[in-house]
């Protein structure tokens, strides 16, 4: 049985709750403890239709299952933060594993905590009452005198869908531009398939995935020369060149100039 058999006293509670579980059984039993605390209760069955039901009705906190066919928890949760209209909202995964690697991605993509099967139901409340309240404050302090609004993105921007899953795609590719994961992962990693994403990617840069990534290494590698003191072969690393020989060829081939050459002509023009 994956959750634990104990009862809790419910407290009343207010706002929306989104729960995210491709398992009828589990759904049910989190539905039917929350039923009573006074939160509003959506469901959806995969990562793609949490994320769609998120968008429409901004739930308070998204309880989110890990392992899912399709889009799993990971894939809904990067979705999540790459949409301005979804990317405060707190995540909490509830799933049966409980790998050291699971619980750490998932608090580095966005998830504000993660909770093993089996648990305790008073536990579950009591952690969505916190991160409830700690969004809300969070709300009230932007909305106070002398605070910034939370960036808006221009109406005349790229088409939600569109937007999310390019920007989710391009986080997971600037995390680690030595290592990007094959298109297959990629698209499964932001929930959608090859085709798609790849079309996608041409509408909003004009380019295919690694085209872009080409591109965002060399932009990255010219921001490292012109801003850090790390050497040529660190930078070359860094961003996927795996040697200085490799990435001064690409260097030259585009600027015409070494990276060394680049560096120390910047120097000299700022001194």
């Not at 499964?188 to 965002?216: D, H, I, S, Y």
């Not at 020989?245 to 015409?256: P, V």
Request: a neutral charge.
């Amino acid at each position: 049985m994956p959750f634990a058999k104990e009862t809790a006293s419910q407290a009343a509670l207010t706002g929306t709750l989104l729960i995210v579980d491709d398992s009828t059984d589990d759904l049910s039993l989190l539905v039917d403890y929350f039923r009573d605390t006074g939160m509003r209760i959506a469901v959806a069955l995969d990562g793609r239709e949490g994320y769609q039901k998120a968008m429409v009705i901004r739930p308070d906190l998204v309880l989110m299952d890990l392992r899912m066919p399709g889009a799993d928890g990971h894939a809904a949760c990067r979705l999540l933060k790459a949409d301005p209209r979804t990317r405060d909202i707190p995540v909490i995964f509830v799933s049966g594993s409980n790998e050291p690697g699971d619980r750490l991605a998932s608090l580095r993509m966005g998830a504000v905590d993660y909770i093993s099967k089996p648990f305790s139901p008073a536990e579950v409340l009591e952690r969505v009452r916190i991160h409830v309240e700690l969004s809300r404050r969070a709300k009230s302090a932007q909305t106070q005198p002398g605070t910034q609004p939370a960036l808006q993105l221009p109406a005349g921007d790229m088409s939600p869908a569109l937007n999310t899953l390019v920007v989710a795609a391009m986080a997971v590719l600037r995390r680690d531009l030595a290592h990007a994961p094959a298109l297959p992962e990629l698209a499964r990693q932001v929930g959608t398939n090859e085709r798609k994403l790849t079309e996608l990617f041409r509408q909003a840069t004009g380019m295919p995935v690694f085209t872009w990534l080409r591109e965002e290494r060399f932009q990255v590698a010219s921001r490292m020369l012109l801003e850090t003191d790390l050497d040529i072969q660190q930078i070359a690393v860094h961003v996927g060149y795996g040697s200085a020989s490799n990435f001064t060829t690409m260097f030259r081939e585009r600027l015409g100039v070494t990276p060394r050459d680049f560096r120390q002509a910047h120097r000299e023009a700022s001194a």
